[in-house]
Every structure is written in structure tokens, then in C-alpha cells.
């Protein structure tokens, strides 16, 4: 059975700072590995889909690496902003999409 | 091309009443699929569903939750005689063609309150 574990469960940190979240998956026998972001209240924003044939995807400010053999992912944001403060989630596809737990993040001024 | 639709957005039932979720797909993709948070919690599986088939039902409570998605109209999600703890943020993603290879695109949820 596959499970997604995502850590730090929560992270506080100044305005500026460059971030690491973690996620790890049980089972590498999957499609591509998708991070989302959650704001309070609010649905899904896809923010990266990295295929399994991948290693990294990049956006803006946002980078995400997938290593399928050790069943990690990582989503690494640059120069953190207040306006990126929302709870991160990392999922797996296989023949559904396995959500992780997600990782609450505050970029405080 | 609009997103991925679900209404309605909040929905308030007392224990015992029926609620109907709604999800309109995004254009062009024929997979729906149906996942719950519970306040605090993080999103899991329901249902999965094509045109007129269920096809992975795996997550849906054994009693009292049913899916559909006929060939006209919305995937509906049907809560009968609900209970407090169907109180959750219910989520709707869509995807062109086979399960889940390709991008996963969610709705805005509708937040379902039982009083």
C-alpha cells in the first residue's frame, strides 16, 4: 500500500529565506509526483508535475526533484515571501492520487 | 477553457438530510475524481469515476455515500442521511484521458457543514 509522508509538518520562518520540504513515498512504482499548494479555505493550486522519467521541474521561483529509486521528492523554495505562506502538499499517482500530509508553512516579515 | 467546477461552494445540511455535490469537469476530460479532507487532515481517495462507470470505488464508505457521472451533466456525489462527521471539504479533480499520468486539475471544493 502506498503512503506519502511530508516533513517538516509545519515550518515558520523570516521573509527571505530559502526553504526544503520534504516528501517520501513507500512504493516507487509510480506515474509522477504532483506538489500542490492549499491556501486556508481554498481548493488545489498545482504548482509542479514531475513524470517518473523526470528528475527535477523548475518554476519561478519553485524547484522540485524526484528521486524514484529512494522514493523521495523534494520542493525547494528560493528567497521565501509572506505571500507564499499556505500548506504545501506533495502526491503520487499511480492509478489515483495519494496525498501526503502536507507541510504548513508562515513566511513571517 | 474554465477549470474544474463544483458547486455548491458551502453547503449546510441538518442530520438526516440528503446532500448533493456537484462537479463539472474541465473540458475535455472524461475522468473524475472524488477526494475528502477532514478539518486538519489531508486529502483521501473516494471514488473514481468515467463516463456512466464507476471505476475505483476503494475509498467510498460502505453505506450512505454513492457517485455517478452519467454521459450528460456533472458528476454528482450523494451523501444520504448525513452525520456530523460527514462535516469535510469535499474535492473534485479531473484529467483528460487514463488514470492519473498526466496533470490532476482539483476544483475549489464544496464545504459540506452538518448541523
Known amino acids: 500500500k502506498q503512503e506519502v509522508t511530508q516533513i517538516p509538518a509545519a515550518l515558520s520562518v523570516p521573509e527571505g529565506e530559502n526553504l526544503v520540504l520534504n516528501c517520501s513515498f513507500t512504493?516507487?512504482?509510480?506515474?509522477?509526483l504532483q506538489w500542490f499548494r492549499q491556501d486556508p479555505g481554498k481548493g488545489l493550486t498545482s504548482l509542479l508535475l514531475?513524470?517518473?522519467?523526470?528528475r527535477e521541474q523548475t518554476s519561478g521561483r519553485l524547484n522540485a526533484s524526484l528521486d524514484k529509486s529512494s522514493g523521495r521528492s523534494t520542493l525547494y523554495i528560493a528567497a521565501s515571501q509572506p505571500g507564499d505562506s499556505a500548506t504545501y502538499l506533495c502526491a503520487v499517482s499511480t492509478d489515483k492520487l495519494i496525498f501526503g500530509t502536507g507541510t504548513r508553512l508562515q513566511v513571517f516579515p | 477553457n474554465a477549470g474544474v467546477m463544483q458547486n455548491p461552494r458551502h453547503l449546510v445540511r441538518r442530520r438526516g438530510q440528503e446532500a448533493r455535490l456537484r462537479c463539472s469537469p474541465m473540458?475535455?476530460?472524461?475522468?473524475v475524481y472524488w477526494y475528502r479532507q477532514l478539518p486538519e487532515e489531508g486529502l483521501k481517495f473516494m471514488v473514481y469515476l468515467q463516463k456512466e462507470n464507476i471505476i475505483d470505488e476503494s475509498g467510498m464508505p460502505k453505506e450512505r455515500f454513492s457517485a455517478e457521472f452519467p454521459k450528460e451533466g456533472p458528476s454528482i456525489l450523494r451523501i444520504q442521511q448525513v452525520v456530523r462527521g460527514d462535516s469535510a471539504a469535499y474535492f473534485c479533480?479531473?484529467?483528460?484521458?487514463?488514470?492519473?499520468?498526466?496533470?490532476?486539475?482539483f476544483g475549489q471544493g464544496t464545504r459540506l457543514t452538518v448541523v
Open positions: 512504493d516507487s512504482a509510480i506515474y509522477n
Open positions: 479533480a479531473s484529467s483528460p484521458t487514463t488514470a492519473f499520468g498526466t496533470e490532476a486539475f
Open positions: 514531475i513524470q517518473s522519467s523526470q
Open positions: 473540458k475535455g476530460h472524461s475522468h
